[in-house]
């Protein structure tokens, strides 16, 4: 939830870049970006049935699509998904089964290089 002219300051949704997929996600990150906070409650109940106007996605172009889409997400938002704050940095970034990452994402503090 968000007001009206929040949402229409940063452009509302981008509909060129992702028509099926990660509009949202790219709303919310362009909204933090313009400097709004963006919080969670444990007290929303909301309903995401995904897709649900689009029906099914197994035709080859509902595929291309969606690829085409993970693939603009990530070079809009290489350096926030990179770094994102809320993500545990020991899960990969990449297969979104939340893995351990391996190689791992950090280095391990006793092998970081001391401050010049």
Known sequence: MMRRNVFESVGGFDEINFAIAFNDVDL???????????????????????????????SPERKALYDR???????????????DPFYNPNATITGGDFAPAFPPRVTKPWRQRPSQ
Do not use: D
């Open 69 to 83: 889409e993970c693939k603009n997400l990530r070079a809009r938002w290489y350096e926030a998904i990179e770094n």
């Open 28 to 58: 919310g990150l362009r909204v933090r970006r313009a400097g709004y906070s963006v919080v969670w409650t444990p007290y929303a109940e909301l309903f995401h049935h995904e897709s649900a106007s689009l029906g099914p996605s197994q």
